[in-house]
């Protein structure tokens, strides 16, 4: 068993819809990453939380530090928001990486 | 604009000939890590330095080698790359503090291709 589970691994949407993501984890964190990545390869940070919730434009990310749980929500999602996201945890200064979940959203 | 740069964007070797990647920094980070991503999968770290001080993971094979002349400056030096060492590898850099968790800030990549 991974110790970074998402899911789903792949979802498809129209657009204007709410897109949620969930991460699961079974270790130990100082922090949880939501990372997107394009086609044609590079990574951009989304966010980094270690506790509750943070929202950036039409992003919002949350954190249950109990139920080591994390959701990625995106509202009114759009074309542009195609991509895989992916989860990845911060244990001992090292990332462990989620799978991620490839988001196709179409107009 | 501060950011990660890695050179080239994509780059063609052959079979068992030395191939090197760069990356660049303009953050000031003391910390700078490579990654492999094969199609499809999770990145997988390599190794990385927090400043001079090299940390190799356990499973990095011996034909994977990394110098880091600088604060700015990474390489990643693929000795003999084999076919499977086909891959995208990203570089990362963050802040490095004891006790402390920063974001990691990704280059564009390189993408490999060995012939």
């Known amino acids: 068993k991974n110790e970074v589970e998402q899911s789903p691994q792949n979802l498809t949407a129209q657009e204007g819809e709410f897109i949620t993501i969930n991460c699961s984890y079974s270790?130990?964190?100082?922090?949880l990453h939501w990372l997107q990545q394009h086609p044609g390869g590079g990574i951009v940070s989304l966010f980094m939380l270690s506790s509750g919730k943070k929202k950036h434009g039409r992003l919002i990310a949350t954190i249950n530090i109990q139920e080591k749980h994390s959701s990625l929500h995106i509202t009114a999602s759009h074309p542009r928001d195609s991509a895989v996201y992916i989860c990845?945890?911060?244990?001992?200064?090292?990332?462990?990486f989620g799978t991620g979940t490839r988001l196709q959203v179409f107009p | 604009d501060a950011m990660v740069i890695q050179n080239p964007r994509y780059q063609v070797t052959q079979f068992g000939k030395p191939v090197t990647l760069s990356c660049s920094q303009t953050?000031?980070?003391?910390?700078m890590y490579w990654y492999q991503q094969k199609s499809s999968q999770a990145p997988k770290l390599l190794f990385h330095?927090?400043?001079?001080?090299?940390?190799n993971e356990a499973d990095t094979p011996d034909n994977f080698q990394s110098r880091r002349p600088n604060t700015s400056f990474c390489f990643l030096d693929i000795r003999s790359p084999g076919l499977g060492d086909a891959a995208m590898y990203l570089c990362a850099t963050s802040r490095g503090e004891v006790d402390t968790t920063y974001e990691q800030y990704f280059g564009p990549g390189t993408r490999l291709t060995v012939t």
């Open positions: 270790v130990g964190i100082s922090a």
């Open positions: 953050l000031n980070h003391n910390v």
């Open positions: 990845a945890v911060d244990n001992t200064d090292k990332l462990i």
């Open positions: 330095y927090y400043d001079k001080d090299f940390n």
